[in-house]
């Protein structure tokens, strides 16, 4: 529409709007014609597009300091990891960043198997986990797989409302389940009020990690800050992105000491 198409790869599809700026829940064209941004980045404008806070906040650090590594100290990094220790889960309390959701997930599947030693993890019919190599082993739908096959080998798929299925899915090479509490690209699926806490509890009993996507659920969407909160659950692994950081791109994991 407005020329990017000769430059890009053909990924998504495009709307024929080609957005100037935003404000709130609005976006306006280069025509000046106004829009209710009802997609919101999937989920990254979740404090609004350009809210005030955000926009300050970025300006004060990029007239400061742009870049940390994390080989060096810094107390803005600490006054958030601060206030984000205060906002999750309880035991929840060691942080890895990243630059994105799919990382986030890279980085949770590679603890797991760190931890467990195991390369298997258990995913759900439907999911969406993003599209890198790892993230999108354990993602649902046959359009994103099926030119990038084989992916990760040990992957198995259930139905998300069956907690039988899991049990009988476990076999030794399983270290890791990991869901959306709410799934998001599938439809907007509420599981039954029994299934977060059932899960949990059979992981615990067969010593598997349990990882939560909360990449599009999480940070207060559903009514609680993590959607696992509305079933009292706590997972061993807890992986977010989008809405934390207003539009700049950042992704993190929370994960318990061990």
């Avoid at 300050?56 to 206030?83: C, D, P």
């Avoid at 899960?199 to 939560?212: G, P, Q």
């Amino acid at each position: 529409m407005n020329g990017e198409d000769n430059y890009l790869g053909t990924l998504y599809q495009r709307f024929p709007v080609n957005v100037a700026r935003g404000k709130g829940a609005k976006i306006w064209d280069v025509t000046g014609k106004e829009y209710i941004d009802c997609m919101g980045g999937y989920g990254v404008a979740l404090v609004g597009h350009c809210n005030d806070r955000v926009v300050q906040a970025i300006k004060n650090q990029a007239e400061t300091l742009i870049t940390a590594h994390m080989s060096v100290y810094n107390e803005t990094r600490l006054g958030f990891m601060k206030k984000m220790a205060a906002l999750a889960p309880p035991g929840l309390n060691k942080m890895f960043f990243t630059n994105s959701g799919t990382e986030s997930v890279e980085a949770a599947l590679k603890f797991a198997r760190k931890y467990t030693a195991k390369p298997g993890v258990i995913a759900m019919n439907g999911a969406y986990h993003g599209k890198t190599f790892g993230a999108l082993s354990v993602t649902y739908s046959e359009k994103y797989r099926k030119a990038f096959m084989p992916l990760l080998d040990g992957v198995k798929f259930i139905p998300y409302g069956e907690p039988e299925k899991l049990e009988e899915s476990i076999d030794d090479s399983i270290g890791a389940v990991i869901l959306e509490p709410i799934q998001g690209e599938t439809g907007i699926i509420v599981p039954p009020d029994s299934l977060i806490p059932k899960i949990r509890e059979i992981c615990d009993r067969r010593k598997i990690v349990l990882i939560f996507d909360e990449i599009q659920a999480g940070l207060g969407r559903t009514g609680k800050m993590w959607a696992g909160q509305n079933w009292n659950t706590t997972p061993d692994i807890m992986c977010l992105a989008k809405g934390i950081a207003g539009g700049v791109p950042m992704g993190l994991v929370l994960t318990k000491q061990e």
